[in-house]
């Protein structure tokens, strides 16, 4: 029997997550508008593999639970330490674990790259 438990191990390196996008725009050439700075958040997360089920579903399952942690990381960015948020980049990649019928598991790990502009009380003396 394939093992129904559930294990997420979220690790958030630099900022904990959640999403509202903000008002201000980037500019198409990428460039930080004047007053950001770039934030980079990583996100691990390891689910269970069920072999009954198509991989390619299941690898869609653990992108969907990294895209949801990072659609609202701008929002908890901006609930502490920013005036406004805006997310610039995502990567992520997929690895798969298969075990002997059961403890397979799919890790996905991204990358969440972002332009922030931060509160004044958070900025630093110049």
Not at 11 to 37: D, H, K, S
Not at 42 to 56: C, G, H, K, R, T
Not at 65 to 73: E, H, P, V
């Amino acid at each position: 029997m394939i093992a129904t438990r559930f294990c997420a191990a979220v690790t958030v390196f630099t900022f904990a997550v959640t999403g509202a996008f903000a008002q201000t725009a980037l500019q198409r050439n990428g460039a930080i508008p004047e007053g950001y700075i770039t934030v980079q958040s990583s996100i691990a997360l390891s689910l269970p593999f069920d072999q009954s089920a198509p991989v390619d579903e299941q690898v869609q399952k653990a992108q969907k639970a990294l895209y949801d942690i990072a659609s609202r990381n701008c929002s908890v960015v901006v609930e502490t330490i920013a005036d406004d948020c805006k997310i610039t980049g995502i990567t992520n990649n997929v690895d798969m674990q298969r075990g002997n019928n059961r403890d397979g598991f799919i890790s996905v790990r991204g990358q969440i790259s972002m332009a922030i502009k931060l509160k004044p009380s958070m900025q630093g003396s110049k």
